[in-house]
């Protein structure tokens, strides 16, 4: 069974989704760690009532990304993390991570990359008018969202939609599709690095 870390920023429903599915048995994963970068964030506390440790921290207490980045990896050996798992978490991976688990980072972006890479991708999508839009999950390299795709799904933007609505509709993509390429990668159904 994969070890995984789930890194998340914020309020942590695709890391519960992916916690639910291995709950009811259709991932297999053990998710060993959630790393968290915002102690205020909902995600700790999904964690927490799931039984799931959390190593907290705050970047701005450390004197530079490659010393957080140290710690991180740290605490990813000390729980036998074999592969990153990133979930809204709100940094761009710099290179002691990289170099650590290079290949063995994925991350969901609520656009169909490379459109609308970067932060608010559901914002700038909508106020492009785009027709269509939708969510990638991607292997991660030094870029912003720039890394080699795994998955896509398409979300249409109806007339009527709104910003709300909208991203309701991409969330209930991500939902599923982020537990359904970890399946299919896990099990090495799809095209990628030998994991
Ligand atoms: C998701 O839209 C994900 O695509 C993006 O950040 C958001 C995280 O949402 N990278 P949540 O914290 O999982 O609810």
């Known amino acids: 069974m994969k070890k995984i870390a789930v890194f998340a920023s914020g309020s942590g429903s695709n ?3 992916i916690v639910d599915e291995i709950d009811s048995g259709t991932l297999e994963a053990d998710v060993r760690l959630l790393v968290c970068d915002r102690p ?10 799931a039984g ?7 970047a701005k207490e450390y004197e530079s990304k490659e010393a957080f980045e140290r710690e991180i990896i740290r605490e990813l050996e000390e729980a036998g993390v074999e592969f990153i798992v990133l979930a809204g978490y709100m940094r761009l991976i710099g290179p ?6 290079g ?3 994925v991350n969901i972006h609520p656009s169909i990359l490379p459109a609308f890479p970067g932060k608010d991708a559901i914002g700038q999508a909508f106020d ?6 939708g969510v990638t999950i991607h292997y991660v390299d030094a870029g912003m969202d720039t890394g080699e795709i795994i998955a896509q799904e398409a979300v ?4 009527d939609e709104t910003r709300e609505s909208l991203q309701r509709k991409i969330q209930a993509v991500e ?6 390429t970890l399946r299919d990668l896990f099990r090495k159904k799809v095209m990628g690095r030998s994991l």
Do not use: C
């Not at 205020?40 to 009532?49: I, P, Q, S, T």
């Not at 492009?128 to 839009?133: D, E, N, R």
């Not at 249409?156 to 007339?159: K, P």
């Open 175 to 180: 939902h599923r599709l982020y537990p359904a």
């Open 15 to 17: 890391f519960q989704s």
């Open 96 to 101: 002691t991570l990289l170099e650590a688990f």
């Open 40 to 49: 205020g964030a909902r995600a700790k506390e999904r964690a927490e009532e």
């Open 52 to 58: 799931i440790p959390v190593f907290s921290f705050r």
């Open 128 to 133: 492009g008018g785009v027709k269509v839009t």
């Open 156 to 159: 249409t933007v109806e007339e």
């Open 103 to 105: 290949g063995r980072i």
